[in-house]
């Protein structure tokens, strides 16, 4: 049986498949238009001319046609994922991205370790969870990045002289520390809330608050006792959000976790100062004056986050040093650091790639997790969902 599905057909044949956990199947050539200025792990699919399946494990025959597999470890595909790995072709390179939170894989199991140990790299997207990956595993580990759409979203900057006296609040989750920073600041803080679905297992959270719209996350944001006036804000695309986001003054990030920290890249590339801490990697590096060491650090960031509003000049000269690294997060990089780090020459083949789409091509079907496979961490399983501005939950 056939079924028709946009595709890439390369020339010569090279061919990348990227598996991501956001659901869909879909290809360079015609896109999820969701994701043509994707800043997460669908970036791939548009670096390397390549096709996308998500939210499912594709059969051995669906990995034999292709000559790279870029895999996110999404933890409820892990045990199919090492399978695949294992057994693939010998032609077919395999590559194994650490998307999520690097605590996730503090307590491995054998399905997370075998599909390490077979794969041809192991791309963190945290370099400060190199040292520990890197001794759990024989294969290859680097810091590669994700292709991030650096000039397109450089055509979005809002002026300074437009920006609204507003602080956002970057985290969906752990947002207190955050939160004490912005209350402490004075200005009115907003953060960007996604609505909840009416479906059977969202009803106890309905009558727990009393409240039966799907917008119940933004009603409970508002009513919550503040001493500053709050501003929801429901989720929107990619494009609209940077628009919207770009157009407040400061932003704080005070995020424990070890993840591939976007919000610190959208700030430097949007150029509005940003409070952040070490864990996100790109803080250090971007923001080296107004990244403190974690979470806890709130009489630190209340006293950058003054400064910030207090001295133009300061907040200017933060973005501006936020820019010189930009290029380090290019489509361009990206591909060159896992050429390098797979020893090919990844744009020679892709010089000679063609898209076409509507091509037929065999269905072959997808390996859907069973719900008794979803703990692959031994002391705790972890099932992280992404939205559509691409942040893990």
């Known amino acids: 049986m056939t079924t028709p599905l946009p595709i890439n057909l390369p020339t010569p044949s090279f061919r990348t498949l990227v598996i991501g956990g956001n659901a869909g199947r879909w290809s360079a050539a015609d896109p999820d238009t969701n994701q043509t200025l994707s800043n997460g792990v669908e970036a791939w699919v548009f670096a390397l001319r390549g096709d996308y399946i998500g939210n499912a494990v594709p ?14 470890l999404n933890p409820p595909s892990i045990p199919g994922l090492a399978a695949l790995a294992e057994q693939r072709p010998d032609h077919v390179r395999w590559v194994s991205l650490i998307e999520g939170c690097g605590k996730d894989y503090l307590y491995p199991t054998p399905e997370l370790r075998r ?18 990956l890197r001794h759990l595993t024989k294969a290859r580990t680097e810091w590669i990045g994700l292709p991030f759409p650096v000039q397109e979203v450089r055509t979005l900057v809002t002026p300074v002289e437009q920006r609204r006296d507003e602080i956002l609040i970057c985290p969906r989750r752990q947002f207190e520390p955050s939160i004490l920073v912005a209350n402490a600041l004075g200005l009115p803080i907003s953060t960007y809330l996604g609505i909840v679905s009416r479906k059977p297992k969202n009803l106890p959270l309905f009558l727990k608050h009393r409240y039966f719209e799907s917008d119940l996350k933004l009603h409970l944001w508002k009513e919550q006792p503040s001493p500053i006036p709050r501003i929801p804000r429901s989720e929107k695309g990619l494009k609209e959000t940077w628009q919207d986001a770009g157009g407040c003054r400061l932003w704080i990030n005070l995020d424990p976790r070890y993840t591939w920290a976007r919000w610190v890249i959208e700030a430097a590339i949007l ?9 996100t990697a790109h803080g250090p590096l971007l923001f080296p004056e107004t990244t403190v060491r974690d979470e806890f650090c709130v009489d630190e960031a209340i006293a950058i986050g003054h400064r910030l509003l207090a001295e133009p000049e ?8 936020a820019l010189q690294h930009l290029s380090l997060f290019t489509p361009e990089a990206c591909l060159q650091r896992l050429s390098e780090a797979l020893g090919l020459d990844l744009t020679a083949k892709l010089a000679d790639t063609e898209l076409l789409s509507g091509v037929p091509i065999p269905e072959t079907g997808v390996y859907v997790p069973p719900r008794s496979q979803t703990n692959i961490f031994s002391i705790r399983g972890t099932e992280r969902v992404t939205n559509p501005s691409g942040e893990s939950t």
């Open 59 to 72: 059969t051995s025959q669906t990995i034999a046609a292709y000559d790279l597999i870029i895999a996110n």
């Open 115 to 132: 599909v390490l140990d077979a794969s041809d790299l192991v791309a963190a997207l945290n370099e400060r969870t190199l040292g520990y």
């Open 314 to 321: 300061f907040a200017s000269r933060v973005s501006q040093q």
């Open 271 to 279: 150029e509005v100062p940003i409070i952040t801490t070490e864990s």
